[in-house]
């Protein structure tokens, strides 16, 4: 199976511009999440997908391999369904966050494995909650499992409510998994689902996963116990390097 490792990156992020390009002990964010992709046995090829000729042209002097793609994209699902059409050759894509510089290979290696049963059309992983202030952070979408390991709903509010038990106690009565962000789609899976119009669920939650369990599309999870660090803010930053 041919796995095409993809990490979309553009310049013009709202809450840290230039955020690909900032330094972290001697490289840039960018250069630090294509080494740890590269690490991954079982991607055949890593490419940053880019909007910028800035982040483009450091890449290729990292000696990374990057394409430019549109600007008028919407999210990084839609930067990965472009790439992926001029790479045909593969089976898989895998959508690597490109704000996460420590990822760990091996979360990457869990989310390729999903594709060893040939009905997986998308897959993601989840981690186990720990601490209520996981569980009630609206920046880290909570999901829902069925027994088959697939996604039901994901969503920023703690699901489900326990009813009759104080919040406090909620994590003593259900095991709760919160959403790592990275997404495996098959190549066709993925052009599918970058067609779809913008759905109620999505809007509603701010979470574009929605759209495609909205349509009928099923998302395998895998759970990992390591934990990602995303660099969402300059303030982030900081406190990952402390």
């Not at 979309?8 to 840290?16: E, H, I, K, V």
């Not at 000696?63 to 990965?80: E, N, V």
């Not at 052009?191 to 929605?210: D, F, G, N, R």
Request: a negative charge; glycine letters at 4%.
């Amino acid at each position: 199976m041919n796995i095409l490792g993809i990490i979309p990156a553009r310049y013009a992020s709202t809450r840290f511009p230039g955020k690909p390009l900032v330094d972290i002990a001697g490289k840039s964010m960018i250069q630090r999440v294509y080494e740890q992709a590269k690490k991954c046995v079982d991607l055949t090829e890593v490419i940053v997908a880019t909007d910028d000729e800035r982040i483009y042209k450091h890449v290729h002097d990292f000696g990374g391999s990057a394409i430019i793609t549109s600007p008028d994209h919407q999210s990084g699902t839609d930067r990965c369904a472009e790439v992926a059409v001029k790479h045909p050759q593969y089976d898989v894509i895998i959508n690597i966050q490109g704000d996460e510089p420590y990822i760990n290979p091996e979360q990457i290696s869990k989310l390729a494995s999903c594709f060893q049963n040939s009905d997986t059309q998308i897959a993601s992983l989840v981690k186990k909650v720990n601490t209520e202030q996981e569980l009630f952070n609206i920046n880290s979408p909570k999901v829902v499992i069925n027994k088959f390991s697939e996604a039901v709903y994901f969503s920023r509010s703690p699901l489900p409510h326990i009813r009759g038990q104080a919040q406090s106690e909620w994590l003593k009565h259900y095991t709760y998994f919160k959403h790592i962000g990275i997404y495996g789609y098959r190549a066709d899976i993925l052009q599918q689902i970058t067609k779809l119009p913008v759905s109620a669920l999505e809007k509603a939650e701010s979470l574009e996963q929605l759209r495609w369990i909205e349509n009928g599309y099923r998302i395998k999870v895998a759970e990992t116990e390591l934990e990602t660090y995303a660099i969402d803010t300059p303030e982030d930053l900081i406190n990952l390097i402390k």
